[in-house]
């Protein structure tokens, strides 16, 4: 499967509040971030990701 994204902001805490994320804190985005990831992604997959990855 080929996968395309852009800007995860991973450890980014302004984008909390800047992109009305719904989350109470940074490491709890990071973390919901990570395990969607893990459960769609594999081994097999290609990603593009087209923007901002970390802070």
Same mark, same amino acid.
């Given at each position: ?5 852009a800007d995860l #902001?991973?450890? #980014?805490?302004?984008?909390?509040? #800047? ?7 940074? %490491? %709890?985005? &990071?973390?919901?971030?990570? %395990? ?15 923007? &901002?990855?970390?802070f």
């Amino acid at each position: 499967m080929i996968y395309y994204t852009a800007d995860l #902001h991973l450890g #980014h805490a302004n984008v909390l509040r #800047h992109d009305g994320r719904p989350f109470a804190s940074v %490491e %709890e985005m &990071d973390q919901a971030l990570m %395990e969607n990831w893990n459960r769609r992604v594999t081994d097999r997959d290609r990603i593009y990701i087209g923007g &901002d990855l970390i802070f």
